[in-house]
């Protein structure tokens, strides 16, 4: 299915109304990164550096940390890599690390909370990321925000370290971004600050979905429950495109549902330019956003907003089926 994709390689994600929306990957490992050049990536929209942790028996040094930073951002020739700081906790749990024993754990002491909580091993990651990056430009990413003052927080800290770092002799990335994962609602209502002061935005899908509509992603009897066409979804989903572009930030996509084709194009017709997705969607993705006018799919989702429908589903399915 693959070779089917494979003259869209080097073809941008066009759609017919002539918007392009960048399409990025996700990775976690390094034999993700030869899909880099495969897949036709522009480039690396979300690292799960957790992976690497996962799949020790113990938390690896820093300088093997930062070997494997460096190695990425190698593979990667120039291309953005947005590396995630450690999301643990929650469905993540570290083998040596001491569980603890949470009613909720994917409500509860992980991601950026326990990287504020436990300085120690956050400022470890962020030091072995500026020396993995040696000089070449660095995007860190803290996962789970759920308010400005741990954006603030979290952001201190990294410019704090590459300070100390320069300080110390080693060399200063040639740029700096610090962004934030959306993925709790109240984020997104968060001050315009928070806006004004974020280097970039990016849609954790996954876990936005599950708070916003209150429903265990890892519950088999309720993950699939609420459709991410879902009507209050996407006007959500829109909202927060909206006051990124308000404020200039660039706002990016990088659940799973960035690789569904028709979430894609929904996504993309709410107003979203940059979505991130697992490599083998890239080429399905592009395939199904050149076919379509964004402004027509923007359409149909109004319309079916208006109607009084659940989710927009049947509407594009409807529309797909006579437009393509
Ligand atoms: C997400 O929540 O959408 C996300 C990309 O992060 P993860 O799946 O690793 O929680
Ligand atoms: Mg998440």
């Known amino acids: 299915a693959q070779e089917k994709y494979a003259t869209l390689r080097e073809l941008p994600a066009q759609a017919l109304c002539g918007t392009i929306v960048s399409l990025h990957m ?3 490992l390094m034999a993700d990164l030869p899909s880099l050049v495969s897949s ?5 929209g979300l690292y799960r550096t957790e992976l690497q942790f996962l799949v020790r028996s113990k938390v690896p040094r820093r300088a093997e940390q930062a070997a494997l930073y460096s190695r990425i951002l190698d593979s990667g020739r120039g291309k953005r890599v947005v590396f995630r700081t450690l999301d643990i906790g929650s469905d993540k749990v570290l083998p040596y690390m001491r569980p603890t024993d949470e009613p909720n754990p994917a409500m509860g002491w992980r991601a950026i909370r326990l990287g504020l909580d436990r300085r120690g091993v956050m400022r470890m990651q962020v030091q072995s990321l500026l020396r993995g990056a040696n ?3 660095l995007s860190v990413m803290f996962p789970m925000v759920a308010q400005l003052d741990e954006f603030l927080e979290a952001r201190k800290l990294v410019f704090d370290e590459a300070a100390r770092e320069v300080s110390m002799g080693h060399v200063a990335p040639q740029s700096l971004e610090v962004g934030a994962m959306l993925e709790t609602p109240s984020l997104a209502f968060a001050p315009d600050a928070f806006f004004e002061i974020v ?3 990016s849609i954790g899908g996954n876990d936005l979905k599950q708070f916003f509509f209150a429903a265990d992603r890892e ?7 609420y459709d991410t066409l879902n009507v209050s979804y996407l006007t ?3 909202q927060i495109v909206e006051r990124c572009d308000r404020h200039d930030t660039p706002v990016s996509f990088c659940g799973e549902d960035a690789g569904r084709p028709i979430e894609a194009l929904c996504l993309s017709a709410m107003g979203l330019r940059n979505l991130s997705m697992r490599p083998a969607s890239i080429g399905p993705v592009k ?9 027509e799919v923007r359409a149909v989702i109004d319309d079916a907003c208006a109607s009084g429908a659940q989710s927009v589903r049947p509407a ?8 393509n």
């Open 26 to 28: 996700n990775a976690g």
């Open 40 to 44: 036709g990536a522009e480039g690396v």
């Open 135 to 137: 000089g070449r430009p």
């Open 199 to 201: 280097d970039f935005v």
């Open 219 to 225: 519950n088999e009897r309720v993950r699939r429950r």
């Open 236 to 238: 959500f989903i829109g």
């Open 287 to 295: 395939h199904l956003l050149r076919r379509c006018d964004l402004d």
């Open 316 to 323: 594009i399915e409807d529309w797909l089926y006579r437009n």
